[in-house]
């Protein structure tokens, strides 16, 4: 299971549900995808066929949102 947190200008955000314990959101679009950390604060974690410029775009959507998606990490996780 992968729930979608967000979808926006093409890009999916959303986690696996049974990957690892650290806290991080994907980030999947028809140009790439990436991977970032969202503890001990939002950071890359690593990225693929992305430019720098949507790399940017990506970790400013996940810092605007990086308190939402953490509680709904925490909801998914506590069930």
């Not at 995808?33 to 720098?52: I, T, Y």
């Not at 949102?65 to 953490?70: G, K």
Request: charged content about 25%.
């Amino acid at each position: 299971m992968s729930p979608t947190l967000l979808r926006k200008n093409g890009f999916r955000y959303f986690f696996f549900s049974r990957e690892e314990s650290r806290i991080h959101v994907h980030v999947s679009g028809a140009d790439g995808e990436a991977k970032f950390w969202l503890e001990p604060e939002v950071a890359l974690a690593w990225q693929s066929g992305l430019r720098a410029g949507q790399v940017a775009e990506l970790e400013q959507t996940v810092q605007e949102n990086a308190d939402a998606f953490r509680i709904h990490w925490h909801q998914h996780f506590s069930r």
